[in-house]
């Protein structure tokens, strides 16, 4: 376990100064400095891969450049860090709350395990990242490892890598609980995302998002089963998503949630290849609500330049933050690099894939009944306190997770492998975003309604009025021009 601290700890401080230029000194910053950390190892195994060199030189080189431009940027534009929140109590309680709850399922971590795809992807990649260009390079182009799926983004075997750098090969463990980490640091930004949607709220409801936010991290866990901590990067992308779609979709517009949502969907984009087309996804869709489209064809026409200014803003918001992960995909291409899931044709029809893949996927998706009842309780009872709290509409949400399932659904349609096979031993764990998104979802609502209820109660009259609001999330989402509308 002090290895996997050092390994955590060493990320975050690498991460850190971003983090805090990102998020601002909030309850997430925690959370997302090894997060960040973790993307560096991943954007230096792309010139590991393209130029040459090992790991942990590029590494170094990309966590200086990281810091270095923070640094600059502050410097240069006067724009320190602000001081820390006045409830600066409730943010330490809050990270203490999600904290605490992630700290229950890693307690699987005193019986270390490896399972089958950490044992035969992500260590098998993270030693080859570790072994430097040429180990690297040969080890994916060989046609002996086309079943671990050499095309896979190097987030995780970047991280096993630079732990085994700092304490040798010797123990495998090291690599894999970094990646069970890794996880509960992706989680934890979820869980901070939930607790900013009730923290400028009354005491009662800042106590009852924390709890929320807690309870989700613990659900994340749940629905990944031993994958979450048995060295599986499942839980990573999906979790990191996740986090995309409620600080980029949920929370309200400001420049500080935008910067984390970004964060979030690189993370995605560098863990898994579905982690990516779902990053991407997520990325439109935060576009379209940061820069909405007008519906008047005729305004589009007598203002061409802004018009098309909007739609290159709306092209940056994509491709900025998807980069890292779009620059591996076509390096990899590039190489001639790829898996076995489309090398062959299925002899299985469409029509029998595609009703194997629906029951397959169905029967991992107990939660989206409730979650539509809930849906539905909320439009018509809290949709005026959602408004009230400058939260996204939860149409967004919804449009982010049917986007995955489609994304998952039109892979195990295309894909050559066997289709019952194939939702056997993966279904559960491609799932998984979708299923923690709802949980979220969720919990979303219930603190709408405690905020609701809270602000009806002391204040009456002014229930129905904007004024009622209950302020903004900690943390600054809404510092910055962003932050001046609400959609």
């Known amino acids: 376990m002090t290895e996997l601290l050092v390994v955590i700890v060493g990320l975050g401080v690498s991460g850190f100064l971003p983090a805090l230029a990102a998020a601002g000194p909030s309850p997430v910053t925690v959370f997302l400095a090894p997060l960040i950390g973790a993307g560096m190892t991943a954007v230096a195994a792309v010139p590991e891969l393209g130029v040459g060199g090992s790991l942990l030189a590029w590494y170094l080189v990309v966590a200086l450049a990281a810091n270095g431009a923070v640094a600059a940027w502050w410097l240069t534009a006067r724009r320190f860090p602000s001081p820390a929140d006045p409830r600066w109590g409730w943010s330490a309680a809050t990270v203490a709350v999600v904290l605490g709850a992630l700290i229950i399922p890693l307690a699987a971590l005193r019986a270390p395990m490896i399972g089958w795809d950490a044992n035969s992807i992500w260590l098998t990649h993270a030693l080859m990242v570790s072994g430097g260009h040429r180990e690297l390079l040969t080890g994916l182009e060989n046609a002996a490892y086309r079943f671990s799926n050499p095309d896979y983004p190097p987030l995780v075997p970047a991280a096993g890598a630079l732990a085994f750098a700092l304490f040798g090969r010797g123990d495998l463990h090291v690599a894999t609980g970094t990646t069970v980490l890794l996880n509960a640091c992706a989680l934890g930004v979820v869980g901070a995302g939930i607790a900013a949607v009730g923290s400028g709220g009354r005491q009662l409801t800042r106590i009852g998002a924390a709890a929320a936010g807690a309870a989700v991290c613990l659900a994340g866990f749940a629905v990944s089963g031993p994958f979450g901590v048995d060295g599986y990067a499942d839980l990573l992308w999906a979790a ?228 009622s609001a209950g302020g903004l999330p900690a943390g600054g989402c809404s510092s910055g021009p962003a932050g001046s509308r609400s959609r």
């Not at 309200?252 to 949630?257: D, I, K, Q, V, W």
């Not at 790829?338 to 894939?353: C, E, H, I, K, Y």
């Not at 309604?449 to 204040?459: N, P, Q």
């Open 240 to 467: 990191a998503a996740a986090g995309a779609v409620i600080w980029g979709l949920v929370l309200p517009l400001g420049t500080r949630a935008l910067a984390v949502a970004w964060i979030c969907a690189a993370a995605a984009s560098l863990t898994k290849n579905e982690g990516l087309t779902t990053a991407l996804a997520v990325l439109v869709l935060i576009a379209f609500r940061y820069r909405p489209v007008t519906l008047s064809p005729l305004r589009e026409l007598r203002t061409a330049w802004p018009a098309a200014r909007e739609w290159a803003e709306r092209a940056a918001f994509v491709a900025l933050p998807a980069l890292p992960g779009l620059a591996w995909a076509g390096l990899i291409r590039l190489r001639g690099i790829g898996d076995n899931f489309f090398s062959s044709s299925s002899a299985q029809s469409l029509v029998t894939r595609a009703g194997a893949t629906a029951g397959g996927m169905a029967a991992h998706l107990a939660v989206v009944p409730a979650a539509a009842a809930v849906l539905l309780a909320g439009c018509c009872f809290a949709r005026g306190d959602r408004e009230r709290a400058r939260l996204g509409n939860p149409a967004w949400l919804w449009a982010a997770c049917l986007a995955s399932l489609a994304i998952i659904f039109g892979t195990y349609v295309a894909g050559g492998y066997e289709i019952h096979v194939w939702l056997t031993y993966s279904v559960n764990r491609t799932t998984i975003f979708a299923q923690l998104l709802l949980y979220a979802e969720l919990a979303i609502w219930l603190v709408v309604a405690l905020d609701g209820a809270f602000t009806r109660e002391r204040y009456p009259v002014l229930a129905g009025s904007p004024s």
